[in-house]
């Protein structure tokens, strides 16, 4: 299996070298558009590494599962979806044009607009403490932490999430008795948590393992938390192209612009990869090629025959 990791990476660094990195949060342009990561849990504990494993990077929208499972733990299924939708969009992350045309509600947790609302959802003091600390949990690492540089670049620039969430206010989606900006502050504290790789390989497990972390016993989530959340890593885990990831790749899983792509191949393993390049829908380039990989050879797509699934 290491083998097969290293030579996802050495796949993947094999195609020309195309696309960008994020460059509309500028604090994201500094990344190092050479670094490729990649690294898988597996059930025993052991993680598996290979490339640029030790470089941090924003989670950006893979802070996404996290929060909708805080908001899930925190004000129930019912308060959760009757602000925001299941259904994918096809249209980008960022994109406002349904708030308008369809209903004011979003769509799903997984776009910016949902992510406002779920932030929104979050009962409790603390927010973002509270996601932090579970982020913690989910990676198995205390250490990690907000990036206050690329935090402090979206608040200064976010301003379409701005205009997503004074709109959504203005039609009654979130509480017109709060400052929008409190949420706002949450969400871009969220997205700008700095993970690498291993972390999200074992996050990843986490969430394959049904919410139990499989080396110390300890439940993070919920069962039914963790099912719905890797339905949506599913349907609207790569922005829009999360069709065509399905087929090709059929692993649940979700990206953010930061580079980094989260996947959990149910109870067998979690996979993190890394790279900050992405294509014109916002995914890591890089990240999808591993991932295209470690499917193919190891027979991980979720409607593989069983016997195909490498040990
Ligand atoms: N913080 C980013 C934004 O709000 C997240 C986008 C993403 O990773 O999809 O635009």
């Known amino acids: 299996m290491q083998k097969l990791l290293d030579d996802s990476v050495t796949y993947a660094k094999s195609f020309p070298k195309t696309g960008a990195v994020a460059s509309y949060i500028p604090e994201l342009a500094k990344a190092d558009p050479t670094r490729y990561g990649a690294a898988i849990a597996l059930p025993n504990g052991r993680t598996l590494i290979s490339g640029d494993t030790d470089v941090p990077f924003t989670m950006q929208s893979i802070s996404k599962v996290v929060s909708l499972i805080l908001a899930l733990q925190t004000s129930g299924y019912d308060a959760v979806f009757k602000r925001v939708g299941m259904e994918p969009t096809g249209d980008a992350f960022n994109s406002i044009i349904r708030l308008e045309t369809n209903t004011a509600k979003p769509?799903?947790?997984?776009?910016?607009?949902?992510?406002?609302?779920?932030?929104?959802?979050?009962?409790?003091?603390?927010?973002?403490?509270?996601?932090?600390?579970?982020?913690?949990?989910?990676?198995?690492?205390?250490?990690?932490?907000?990036?206050?540089?690329?935090?402090?670049?979206?608040?200064?620039?976010?301003?379409?999430?701005?205009?997503?969430?004074?709109?959504?206010?203005?039609?009654?989606?979130?509480?017109?008795?709060?400052?929008?900006?409190?949420?706002?502050?949450?969400?871009?504290?969220?997205?700008?948590?700095?993970?690498?790789a291993p972390d999200l390989a074992r996050m990843g497990m986490v969430l394959a393992n049904n919410g139990v972390n499989p080396v110390t016993g300890e439940r993070v989530a919920e069962g039914w938390q963790v099912r719905i959340a890797k339905t949506f890593m599913v349907t609207c885990g790569l922005y829009d192209s999360s069709g065509a990831f399905a087929v090709k790749v059929g692993i649940p899983s979700k990206s953010g612009v930061g580079g980094g792509i989260l996947s959990a191949v149910e109870k067998r393993m979690g996979i993190g990869v890394f790279h900050p390049m992405l294509d014109a829908k916002g995914n890591s380039i890089g990240g999808v090629r591993m991932l295209e990989f470690l499917s193919q050879r190891m027979g991980l797509h979720m409607f593989s025959e069983p016997e195909t699934v490498a040990g």
């Open 107 to 196: 769509s799903n947790p997984m776009i910016n607009a949902g992510a406002i609302v779920v932030a929104s959802c979050i009962q409790c003091e603390h927010p973002f403490e509270a996601m932090l600390q579970l982020t913690r949990k989910f990676c198995g690492n205390d250490q990690i932490e907000l990036n206050e540089a690329v935090y402090l670049s979206e608040k200064k620039e976010g301003k379409r999430n701005r205009a997503m969430a004074y709109f959504m206010q203005s039609e009654g989606i979130l509480p017109s008795d709060v400052d929008v900006e409190y949420y706002l502050d949450q969400y871009f504290r969220m997205c700008s948590v700095s993970v690498t």
